[in-house]
Each structure stands twice: as C-alpha cells, then as structure tokens.
C-alpha cells in the first residue's frame, strides 16, 4: 500500500510559478513510476507529467517547456515544477504512482491539490 500526499497548490496570477510537492510512504516508493494528474471542472482527469524509478521523464505537449517533474527518492518526494502559468492550467492536481505505462497502470492516487491561476 502506498499513501500520497500533495502539497504546494494555491492561488496565483498567470506568469508566476508554484511547485507541488507530494510525499509518498516509505519502503515502496523507489518501485514506482510517478506520475501527476489535473482534472478541471467539466473535464476528465489529463496526464500532465511522469517520472520513472530511473528519472526518465515524459510530460503532456499543453506543459511541456513549463512544467518539469523531479523525485527525490531519499526524501520520498516527487515534485512538480510549474513556472509560465496559465488560466488554463486552473484544476485539481494529483499524484499518482503505479507500475504502468505513463498514462495508464496507476494504483494509488494522492488527495487533490488546487491550483488556480487568474488573469
């Protein structure tokens, strides 16, 4: 079993940055692909970026340049780096680790962080 928790969302105006952090249980997190999610109200839950136990990284085309994804394994950490934000990218973030593909093969899902981005 593996527990998530994200942390980081917030309010921000479009062109500022936030990063999300979520901490994962011990012991298994090393395993795990890691992968963050966002689901806008209205909309189904998107890929937005991925890491794998090797740091290979993969990130959704709508954020990549502006997002980076990180992990800290000693800390059991991964991270999500928004910078350029924009009103789009308004939603409920979540981390997800699985053994799957990058979009697919998930099986434990964080809580949720909000972020909302104004213009």
């Known amino acids: 079993q593996v527990q998530l928790v994200e942390s980081g969302g917030g309010l921000v105006q479009a062109g500022g940055s936030l990063r999300l952090s979520c901490a994962a249980s011990p012991n298994t997190f090393t395993r795990y692909t890691m992968g963050w999610f966002r689901q806008a109200p209205g909309k189904e839950r998107e890929f937005v970026a991925g890491?794998?136990?090797?740091?290979?990284?993969n990130a959704a085309d709508s954020v990549k340049g502006r997002f980076t994804i990180s992990r800290d394994n000693a800390k059991n950490t991964v991270y999500l780096q928004m910078n350029n934000l924009k009103p789009q990218d308004t939603a409920v973030y979540y981390c997800?680790?699985?053994?799957?593909?990058?979009?697919?093969?998930?099986?434990?899902w964080g809580q949720g962080t909000q972020v909302t981005v104004s213009s």
């Open positions: 997800a680790a699985g053994r799957g593909g990058w979009t697919w093969g998930y099986d434990y």
């Open positions: 890491i794998t136990s090797g740091g290979y990284t």
